[in-house]
């Protein structure tokens, strides 16, 4: 790991992530909204928004995973980030988020409810900085970490992706 992504990670205080790469929570809303007033897919209550500082190094990867509500990634700092996105309906989009403000590249992105993704860094050599806001905020009962067989059934047009971004 290169020296200034150790800095990165020792001045935000991140953490290993479970989908890969390391976090930190910086923001979660001290309101909350009943599980009566969300949709049913919530079963208890949820606060307004949350917010977390996420990093990949190298050639780590966010490995694919679904949340119950929408994230938006915000880009920050170092290489460009690639998004791999599975919608419900089998369309598969790639997404670039960076600051080189060229056709198609964005520096905020917003992941829709229920769709699966995953991600990597463009420069195998360098880091990527994020963030990532959720709203409703993020509850790990509202995350699925991709199963390999259950995506592949799902998207079987897509198995090469799937295989490179899901664990064994």
Not at 29 to 40: A, G, I
Not at 50 to 57: N, Q
Not at 125 to 153: K, M, Q, W
Request: proline share 4%.
């Amino acid at each position: 790991m290169n020296d200034s992504a150790k800095k990165i990670i020792e001045s935000l205080n991140l953490s290993s992530h479970p989908e890969g790469g390391f976090f930190r929570e910086i923001y979660r809303s001290d309101e909350t909204l009943s599980n009566k007033t969300l949709p049913v897919r919530y079963t208890s209550q949820r606060t307004f928004s949350t917010s977390i500082y996420y990093m990949l190094v190298e050639n780590q990867i966010s490995h694919f995973h679904c949340l119950k509500s929408d994230e938006t990634w915000h880009y920050y700092n170092g290489s460009p980030v690639i998004i791999h996105c599975l919608e419900p309906d089998g369309i598969y989009n790639k997404i670039k988020i960076s600051c080189q403000f060229e056709s198609n590249i964005f520096p905020q992105f917003t992941i829709k409810k229920g769709t699966w993704f995953a991600a990597e860094i463009e420069d195998k050599n360098s880091h990527s900085l994020i963030g990532c806001t959720v709203a409703p905020g993020f509850e790990y009962d509202d995350f699925e970490l991709g199963n390999r067989d259950s995506l592949f059934e799902q998207f079987p047009n897509h198995k090469e992706l799937i295989t490179r971004f899901t664990k064994d």
